[in-house]
């Protein structure tokens, strides 16, 4: 348990780095979609959003267990789970949804709110939906 401690400066590293790269490429896919582009038929543009997600969660999830506290007894992170369960959904919503560019971007810029708000909840760890 030690050996993790001492990797939480790591750990938390690149949880942060894999938060900026994918809201960085959810922008950047976002901005493709509204061109209809080509790449966004890539196999790389539709496989990375995931593997990315993947290790974004397992970071998240190791973190949790260093600092010892989860969602759904903290309410802190519970509330940042749910922030990033409402940035995931209107994130797909302005990828996926057949509606109008106006819509699809007011549903990415919730998304990107989302984010921001998810943010504050790691920094200052004080719950204000739920709390």
């Known amino acids: 348990m030690e050996t993790l401690n001492n990797l939480y400066p790591a750990i938390k590293h690149l949880h942060l780095t894999l938060v900026a ?3 960085l490429f959810f ?5 493709l979609h509204l061109r209809d582009s080509p790449i966004m038929q890539k196999k790389l543009v539709k ?9 974004l969660l397992l970071s998240g999830l190791t973190l949790c267990f260093i600092i010892k506290q989860y969602p ?8 940042k789970l749910g922030a990033v ?3 995931i959904l209107l994130a797909t919503i302005a990828l996926k949804a057949n509606r109008n560019k106006l819509f699809k ?5 919730g998304a990107i709110a989302w ?12 719950a204000m ?3």
């Open 21 to 23: 790269v994918s809201v």
């Open 27 to 31: 922008i950047v896919r976002f901005a």
């Open 47 to 55: 496989i990375a959003p995931h593997v990315i997600d993947t290790f």
């Open 72 to 79: 759904f007894v903290d309410p802190w992170l519970s509330e």
């Open 85 to 87: 369960v409402a940035y």
């Open 105 to 109: 971007t007011f549903a990415a810029l």
């Open 115 to 126: 984010v921001v708000y998810a943010a504050k909840l790691a920094m200052f760890k004080q």
């Open 129 to 131: 939906l739920l709390g």
